[in-house]
């Protein structure tokens, strides 16, 4: 696979590290009771928020779009707002509506406060409804700062009362809602009356229940925020947000004092909120809390030396990224790179100060902390300083995949695993699962890499031997499969009735043995044995009629020589004949059949040739029984007779049969049975061939040919025969479904199609004589069901009906038929286009036809159908129906 | 008869205007007067529809070895950096998502010289052939001449930036699907003279967990070539070979219906659509572009390969129905054609429908839909979240078919849910998704977690 590296780039951002601020308004609105928001905007931007929402909390996110439109774009979308807001609010009754800009809404210049007070003017009812604008603009920040943006639109939109209580502020950074359950009930805890401001965690992590609510139930009431302005106390567990700092309003404006504290992640940070907690309450620190504690202490001594090892990334939004440092700097995990894609003057001068010291101890001096960075930087940075182990939300999951660190999941979006809301990261019980997950992934990455680090490192012995027995092995395994596979689909070789095909090509006629039981002379289409053929081909004929048998026969594996003399004793025409279907076609098997005379001079030259499968006949592997078969053999020149004949014989195939299998050739041995001869014999036989490693033999009846010197002698019957096969296959595999085919054999073993070829090129025409024909002309928008009326139709898909199969044929466009504008334009002469396009069909099938035109084609004979069915079907129906 | 779903009075679910878009299918088939559909969304009713430059993205993202740029604030790039599930074979940097990532200053002052310099390092970079810059929804609002950057930089650099404009709100994702079309004629066109040759072109297949090899499977067993593939799959260099082709095959119509008409009057390729959902269809299809392209060799091997492939599938099929039988399902998902299909698909389960909706359905896909549906179902276009409740409460189906946002309302109403969506991560295409999907529905169906949670 060639892949482009792609690098991080000056001028464009590469895979966004950060979303934009309506998602991180929509997410606090989630927090408060009973609201639902809208965004203002197109209808996009609030599918994409609801799916990226609804994969990481795993709870249904309802957010209306005020759809905005091209005319809304150009004339102000206020109509349209005002239509959404009255339309949600009746279909989810809310006591809070959140309304969010986008970037559109924003770049046109929509006045939120204007409209939202035009439509209580259109709908007074709707009075007692608090509508709370936002300005979110897409390109003003990421969902971080939009999540602040909202909390402070929030106070500023709602009827604070001054008068004090004694309630406790508490404004949450964004967090998980296990995170924030978590805070909620710590305040408890502590007897403390607190307001968590958002308060997300049952709305965005609820239950299963027997009625669904599908506006959010819970979350900060209007009541509770209305109290803000009179609280005792502010905490803001949030030190990074910038601009709208909800602790900072409420003291400005309300003079409500404010602290703020750190994520309660690591040690440091969890004991100052138990610190605040206890101040505020007046209560000292529980005993149960403290055990937590101890325990977190005791974890931390634990697996110091693991975490020791740590070089972590950590990215994300700017509160995490700190309250994750500081975890990591008290556990001696060195963060390398810290990054956040938001802009946030703070996070490098804060953040550095926890890194500098340990930066010192670790004799480190390289780390990057980044704030608008995108993950592609993010992820070089990672690669240079050599990062092994990612902390951050599932955006990172590239970085992953590429760098194969482990990512440990936290933050938002959490889309590629389950449970991302209820994912703990505060408090001593919280944190203590979060850095338990670094340390598994520290330890994780080293326990899978270790072995090969080390052995590439120092074993320096052989130039990687390694490599290069794997190469052979998978050269030698692929040769293997091929081998076994052409074995598989080799009619004779492989299973009985496998379907596969072969074709014998008769470029051999010489032969230079004389079998006792042959005679060549025959050419009967009808008579079906070895050595017979109609005709002997030149190889440059033998090529044309594999491809025309080769263009017909689509099952044809195998390209066999068997004859009808012998494939060595014409080398030439053999090699030459091979050598030229192997041009034209990579793929076949070559398959040979010989009586092995030649065998030991040629076996070499027809493993480079591409033969995978040889056929030896061998009838005879003892001299005298041999010298009873065999009248005479050829031999360099020389003519043997008797035991001297069948000596040399029996010797070379022998010989042969060895270099064919040390070069991995299949062989099989094909054994003439002849009753009286050689029958008795037939077992040594098949022993002597299967210790050289021969793959399977073939033992077959001898037939007797009139004219041949055995014509006279008694048949061996099938039952003998394959009495002989069983005896025999004990020792070897052996073969059943011989058919003792022709030397120009075409076909599966069982149906011999050579006839049809005969003449070589072409094959004669099909019966084209048809029990039923019918043309049909169909009317179909997705061309896969009838779904069009007739009238829509602007083609037609035309199908034949043949032997109960439907052929589709073409599509016609009535366009083409149409005869000038004029003519086509009135419905009336549309009709006739389309007459005049389907005029040969027998029937027309469509969702539905107008009478007129139905009339007018059934006067012409054509029948017309109107159903919905698939195309194959209904035409099926309508044929048999038309029978 | 058919009658507004509404008649009954119950909680509020359904607003005024909606409610020609709701049916109820009656025994006795259609009234014919239809349902409304193919309009707008209406304001505040949380559409689950998305916008045009999703519906461009879509389309073009799984073209591999493109540049996929997109001009605007980063929102859009975010939502949709490498969250689909088309795969690769070979390069792989559609999974990366360029953004200008618009701020402020750039609203303000324009952001064609940012994208201009964008455009200019990764040209001297990567040397690459082929960008696309979508613009979205404010690009055209603050000016930004994005055709005049795309036409400068291919020239300067010798590549093809193609601009594709897709504001969200200039239409909805179907606009999107044409834009994307636009885009890859306008990357055809110069090579539209092509001599041809024996060979398909495949349409509307994005290559979803292996979906398009799956196909190409297919046509390699029946003998036919694929000469191109839009967009699964696909690269620079395999798409400007497509005009040499003699067929186009449209497996989503939806999508790429629109690329194929103009492919056949410009290039003269004529096209047949087809689909590879279910047996039926899939041996349809295979038969039909065997039959198109006049091959009667294909065709004999399709028949042997679809009646090899159905057999082998028989014991199987009959080992799931057993379960299914009479179970019902509800049905919402992007475009007609689908839902149709998942009607015919459930129905050889041996399982009802009861509930059926779509976001972009054509009036006459909601006729086939009335139909075939059986009475009692309700049909939906363009739903609501509020709706979907209401009417899966009402109808009870065992499993909902439908994009992600539809997954957790199905789970909180304690019915199981099978994603036909871009994110899945296991073909449902073809013989092997015959499979899958069983499995899947069936599988969901009976889990055992449904016999502890519905009480």
């Not at chain 1, 602790?247 to 309300?254: A, V, W």
């Not at chain 1, 396009?837 to 054509?862: N, W």
């Not at chain 2, 179907?174 to 990357?187: D, E, H, P, R, V």
Request: aromatic letters at 8%; hydrophobic letters at 35%.
């Amino acid at each position: 696979m060639k892949k482009t590296n792609i690098e991080p780039l000056v001028n464009m951002n590469v895979n966004p590290c950060k979303m934009c601020m309506p998602m991180g308004a929509v997410t606090a609105f989630y927090g408060i009771e009973k609201c639902i928001s809208i965004l203002h905007g197109s209808q996009g931007c609030s599918t994409y928020i609801r799916r990226h929402m609804a994969t990481h909390y795993n709870e249904p996110v309802d957010i209306a779009s005020s759809s905005l439109t091209e005319q809304g774009t150009v004339y102000g979308g206020e109509r349209n707002l005002i239509k959404g807001l009255n339309n949600l609010i009746r279909l989810y009754h809310p006591e809070v509506v959140g309304v969010a800009t986008t970037c559109l809404a924003e770049t046109i210049g929509e006045d939120l406060p204007r409209m939202i007070h035009n439509f209580y003017e259109e709908y007074p009812e709707y009075k007692e409804i608090k509508i709370i604008p936002v300005n979110s603009p897409g390109y003003g920040g990421t969902q971080f700062e939009g999540y602040f943006r909202a909390l402070h639109s929030i106070l500023e939109n709602v009827d604070l009362q001054t008068e004090k209580n004694e309630k406790i502020n508490v404004i949450l950074s964004p967090m998980s809602p296990k995170d924030v359950r978590f805070i909620r009930n710590s305040f408890r805890l502590f007897g403390l009356d607190a307001i968590i401001f958002p308060d997300l965690s049952d709305n965005l992590d609820g239950g299963f229940s027997d009625k669904y609510e599908r506006l959010p139930q819970k979350g900060t009431s209007l009541k509770d925020i209305s109290l803000m302005g009179g609280a005792k106390v502010t905490i803001e567990i949030s030190n990074l947000n910038m601009a709208d700092s909800p602790g900072r309003f409420l003291e400005k404006n309300y003079h409500v004092p404010y602290e703020r504290i750190n994520l309660p992640a690591g040690i440091r940070d969890i004991d100052r909120l138990y610190e605040v907690l206890s101040a505020i309450s007046g209560r000292p620190v529980m005993e149960s809390v403290k055990e937590e504690r101890s325990r977190y202490m005791d974890a931390m001594v634990d697996a110091h030396k693991y975490n020791g090892e740590g070089r972590a990334v950590i990215f994300g939004e700017p509160d995490f990224i700190l309250a994750t440092v500081r975890l990591c700097a008290e556990n001696g995990i060195f963060p390398v790179v810290c990054a956040s894609g938001s802009v946030n003057g703070d996070l490098k001068d804060i953040v550095e100060k926890e890194i500098e010291e340990m930066a010192e101890c670790y004799h480190i001096d390289r780390y990057e902390i980044m704030d608008d960075v995108d993950f592609k930087k993010i992820e070089s940075l990672a690669k240079e300083l050599k990062a092994n182990i990612l902390i951050g939300n599932s955006d990172g999951r590239r970085m992953e995949e590429e760098l194969k660190i482990p990512l440990i999941r936290r933050g938002f979006p959490i889309h590629d695993r389950a449970g991302g809301q209820r994912l703990a990261t505060l408090g001593y019980e919280g944190a203590l699962q979060f850095l338990d997950e670094i340390t598994n992934g520290i330890l994780s990455k080293k326990e899978t890499t270790f072995r090969t680090i080390i052995f590439k490192e120092y074993y320096k012995e052989k130039d990687c031997p390694e490599a290069k027995i794997m190469e052979y092995q998978d050269f030698a395994k692929a040769k293997r499969e091929e081998l076994e596979r052409k074995t598989k689909n080799h009619p004779c070789f492989g299973d009985c009735g496998n379907g596969f095909a072969r074709i014998h090509l008769p470029v051999a006629p010489k032969c230079n043995i004389q079998c006792n039981y042959c005679v060549r002379k025959f050419d009967c289409p009808n008579e079906s044995r070895p050595g017979v053929t109609s005709t002997v081909l030149t190889p440059m004929e033998a090529l044309e009629k594999y491809k025309a048998v080769k263009e017909k026969v689509p099952n044809l594996t195998v390209v066999g020589i068997a004859g009808p003399g012998d494939a060595l004793a014409n080398f030439e025409e053999t090699k030459g004949t091979l050598e030229l279907i192997r041009e034209y076609d990579k793929e076949v098997t070559f398959c040979l059949s010989t009586n092995g005379l030649m065998l030991p001079n040629y076996a070499n030259e027809l493993c480079d040739l591409g033969v995978s499968h040889v056929t030896v006949t061998m009838n005879a592997a003892d001299i005298s029984i041999g010298a009873q078969i065999y009248k005479y053999a050829n031999y360099n020149g020389m003519k043997l007779e008797g035991e001297s004949a069948a000596a040399v014989l029996m010797a070379n195939q022998l010989s042969g049969l060895r270099m064919l299998v040390a070069r991995g050739i299949i062989c099989k041995v094909n054994i003439v049975a002849i009753k009286g001869i050689n029958d008795a014999h037939i077992p040594e036989i098949v022993k002597q061939v299967k210790d050289i490693g021969c793959f399977m033999t073939n033992i077959m009846p001898c037939i007797q040919v009139k004219g041949s010197a055995f014509e006279n002698l008694p048949t061996i019957c099938n039952k003998e025969l394959n009495e002989l096969r069983n005896k025999c296959s004990g020792t070897m595999k052996q073969m059943y479904h011989c058919r003792q085919c022709r030397a120009d054999a075409i076909g599966t073993l069982d149906q011999d199609i050579s006839i049809q070829f005969a003449g070589c090129n072409g094959i004669k025409g099909k019966d084209n004589k048809a029990e039923a024909f019918y043309r049909f002309a169909v009317a179909s928008k997705s061309g896969i069901i009838i779904d069009q009326h007739f009238g829509h139709a602007k083609e037609f898909y035309i199908y034949e009906y043949r032997q109960k199969n439907v052929n589709f044929i073409e599509k016609r466009s009535i366009h083409k038929y149409c005869e000038g504008f004029e003519e086509c334009g009135d419905q009336e002469n549309k009709i006739q286009q389309i007459m005049k396009a389907i005029e040969d069909c027998d029937g027309v099938i469509a969702l539905r036809t107008g009478e007129a035109p139905k009339k007018q084609m059934e006067s012409k004979g054509i029948k017309v159908i109107s159903t919905y069915d698939i195309i194959e079907e209904a035409i099926k129906k309508a044929a048999v129906a038309m029978l | 008869m058919m009658n507004t779903a509404t008649d009954k009075k119950e909680e509020f679910s359904v607003l005024e205007e909606r409610k020609d878009s709701i049916l109820y299918k009656y025994e006795g088939g259609c009234s014919g007067t239809g349902i409304r559909c193919d309009s707008d969304s209406v304001s505040g009713a949380v559409s689950q529809r998305a916008c045009v430059y999703c519906g461009a993205r879509v389309v073009l993202n799984p073209i591999t070895d493109a540049f996929h740029i997109v001009h605007g604030p980063i929102g859009c790039a975010s939502y949709t950096w490498d969250i689909r599930g088309s795969l690769s074979s070979g390069e792989e940097i559609y999974r990366n998502s360029f953004s200008t990532d618009l701020r402020e200053k750039d609203v303000i002052f324009g952001g064609e010289r940012k994208l201009e310099a964008g455009i200019e390092e990764i040209a001297l970079k990567y040397h690459p052939r082929l960008l696309f810059v979508y613009a979205t929804c404010i690009v055209g609002v603050i000016g930004d001449d994005v055709d005049a950057v795309c036409k400068s930089m291919s020239k300067k650099y010798d590549m093809q930036v193609i601009p594709v404009k897709s504001p969200g709100f200039s239409g909805n994702k179907a606009t999107g699907y044409k834009m994307a079309c636009n885009a890859i004629m306008q990357l055809l066109l110069p090579y539209k003279n092509r001599e041809k040759r024996n060979g398909i072109n495949i349409l509307g297949d994005f290559n979803l967990a292996g979906e398009m090899w799956i196909i190409k499977n297919y046509m390699k067993e029946i003998g036919i070539d694929v000469v191109a593939t839009f967009t699964g799959d696909s690269s620079y260099e395999n798409m400007i070979k497509a005009p040499a082709a003699r067929l186009n095959i449209v497996q989503c119509a939806g999508s790429s219906t629109y690329l194929a008409n103009r492919m056949q009057e410009e290039m003269d390729i004529p096209y047949i659509k087809v689909s590879f959902f279910g047996i039926e269809d899939t041996t349809n299809s295979l038969l039909r572009i065997a039959g198109a392209m006049k091959d009667e060799k294909a065709l004999q091997k399709a028949e042997e390969f679809c009646n090899r492939k159905a057999r082998e599938l028989e014991g199987f099929l009959e080992t799931y129905k057993k379960g299914l039988e009479g179970k019902r399902a509800a049905v919402y998902v992007g475009g007609g054609f689908k839902a149709i299909s998942l009607i015919r698909q459930f129905k050889s389960l041996g399982m009802k429908t009861v509930l059926v909706g779509t976001q972009t359905g054509k009036p006459e896909d909601y006729e086939v839909i009335e139909s075939i549906a059986e009475k009692d179902t309700v049909i939906l276009d363009d739903a609501n979240p509020a709706e979907l409740e209401k009417f899966m409460i009402e109808k009870k189906p065992d499993i909902l078919v439908g994009g992600v946002k539809e997954r957790p309302l199905a789970y909180k109403l304690g019915i199981a849910f099978c994603d036909h969506n871009h994110e899945r991560k296991h073909p449902l295409a073809g013989f092997e998704g015959v499979i899958n999907f069983t499995k899947e529905i069936s599988d969901g169906i009976l889990n055992p977690v449904w016999k502890y949670v519905r009480q």
